[in-house]
Every structure is written in structure tokens, then in C-alpha cells.
């Protein structure tokens, strides 16, 4: 065997180990989460961003723990004060976000992406995937609504044009993607 074989198997050894290894899903969706957070609609007082759909295939992908646990290492990220929430000049940078008008629905990700696992750990069918993608916006759209009102709002008419109406049809768009990218991956 040739030194270079013996190199490319070495490499290959280690590339199937950190894949493997179970904080390197984790990270990744941590970090996709901050990279999902820059792609931005801006809108007031809630930007729209793809993080949501990480969200759901952090669950779906990495199981309800893990995805749970890749949402608290985004967060953390965020609040040690590393750039990675969305850019929105009108909202406190860092840990402040967490606890303002937009922190419900950064709080609620990792809840989102516990359900979404916990649903398709069960059954990861087509349909239960959508299903559970939904149910894990729903979640997001709730806790963020929530907060939105204590913060800003204080209507509940209101809270529910700004915080959940305004976003219903990117929640399809982003579920239907997040479907068809959870199915295509799945089947490989």
C-alpha cells in the first residue's frame, strides 16, 4: 500500500469520524442558523428570515435532542454577543434581543426544533414531516406573538397582523421547502 492510499484512508477515517460525532451536527445547525439569520426581508418590527426553516430541519434532521440542543448553541452564540441574529438596526443587539420585542420567536426555536424532532422521530413520513413543520411554526409564531404584544403592542388584533398574519404565506413557502429538503436528504 502506498503511502498515499495510506494518507487518503487516514483522511477519510477522520473525515467519517467528525461527521460522525455528534456535536458536528449540532454546530453546523448552529451555524446555519446564523448564516439563515443575514438572508433577511425587512420588515417592522419582525424581519423575515429563513431561520425558521433551519429550525424545523435542525429537529428533523438531527432528532428532537440534538436539534433542541443546536438551538440553544445558536442562542448562545447570540448572546455572548457574536453577530448572529438578524441585522435590524431598530433592535438591540445581543442578549437584549433575547428579552425584547422579537425574543419570543428567537426563544422559541429551540422548543420548535424539540417538537419537530420528537413528531418525525416518530414518523418521518411525507405528510408527518409537513405536519410537524407546521406545528413547530405554529409554536413560533405563538411565543413570538406573545412577547410582541408585552413589548409592543399590547392589542391583540394587532399582535396577530404583525407578528403572525404578515408571515402566513412564508410559513408555507419555508414548510413546503423544508418538507422536500428533509424528504430528498432522508432518502439518501
Partial sequence: ???????????????????????????SFAVLMAVAAQITIPMKPVPTTLQSMIVVLAGAMLGSKKGFYSQIAYLAMGFIGLPVFAAAPDLAP????????????????????????????RRSDYLSSVLAFFAAHLVILTIGALFLDIFITGSFETTLQLGVVIFSLSTVVKVLAASLIFKSLKSR
Fill in 94 to 121: 445581543g442578549f437584549a434581543r433575547l428579552f425584547g420585542p422579537t425574543g419570543g420567536y428567537l426563544l422559541s426555536f429551540p422548543i420548535a426544533a424539540w417538537l419537530t424532532g420528537a413528531i418525525t422521530e
Fill in 1 to 27: 500500500m502506498s503511502i498515499l492510499t495510506k494518507t487518503e484512508n487516514s483522511l477519510s477515517y477522520i473525515k467519517s469520524k467528525i461527521i460522525s460525532h455528534p456535536l458536528f451536527g449540532i454546530i
